[in-house]
């Protein structure tokens, strides 16, 4: 699942206000990662912060993880396409147990297990703010799943969750469904392309939304019950 991109040298100079709204359309080679993490603390202008193909290392994780800490304009972060391993998710997620503005989190096509998928279950436990999380085409398996799911079981704004084409089998597909059960925000999960099998397709009903399983067929909510 690796596919990273080669753009021009980023500029020399840094870049003005205005163009801070989202890295990913005024940078479009490789990034100047720390002195970019050094102005999120202070630039009030961004609010999308789209890094693709960078191959960030674990101490530029760190920089933008710090940055996220007091940053309080920045809604989108989009790291896919990236070398972020477990410890690089850990130092992002605890950056979400703090931040209160980021709403979407896109890191699809890391390489994050399950160690890392268990980093953002803790934050999810007690974030207000984040609506959708992607974590498409990492290695999670089931005990990243179960965490996950156990998280789900108590946040109350996540209504969009991402995990195909991850490791996740029938166990961490059983558990995401017994959470739909409680859950009163989520209306998709996406398990596409992860090895559940059909004991894991068979997984009980949810009575509300909808879980996308690696044969394409959502589980179908119970019919007394009422969709969001």
Not at 28 to 46: D, P
Request: charge should be positive; aromatic fraction near 4%; hydrophobic fraction near 35%.
């Amino acid at each position: 699942h690796r596919a990273g991109r080669q753009g021009r040298t980023a500029p020399s100079e840094p870049l003005p206000n205005h163009a801070w709204r989202s890295f990913a359309e005024a940078w479009t080679g490789k990034v100047r990662i720390k002195e970019l993490a050094s102005q999120l603390t202070t630039n009030s202008g961004t609010t999308r912060l789209e890094l693709h193909g960078q191959q960030i290392t674990a101490e530029k994780c760190q920089a933008l993880a710090d940055a996220l800490n007091s940053n309080r304009t920045v809604i989108r972060v989009d790291l896919k396409y990236n070398y972020i391993g477990d410890q690089d998710a850990k130092a992002l997620a605890d950056a979400l147990k703090s931040n209160r503005t980021v709403t979407h989190v896109n890191l699809d096509y890391n390489e994050i297990g399950d160690e890392g998928a268990k980093a953002f279950a803790d934050a999810l436990k007690s974030n207000c703010t984040v609506t959708y999380v992607n974590l498409y085409g990492n290695s999670i398996g089931d005990q990243g799943a179960k965490a996950l799911a156990h998280a789900l079981k108590s946040n109350c704004t996540v209504a969009d969750m991402d995990l195909g084409f991850n490791e996740i089998g029938k166990e961490g597909a059983k558990a995401l469904a017994d959470a739909l059960q409680s859950n009163k925000t989520v209306t998709y999960i996406n398990l596409d392309g992860n090895k559940i099998g059909d004991e894991g397709a068979k997984a009980r009903r949810c009575p509300r939304g909808s879980l996308q399983l690696a044969v394409s067929t959502p589980l179908v909510p119970e019919r007394h019950s009422q969709m969001p």
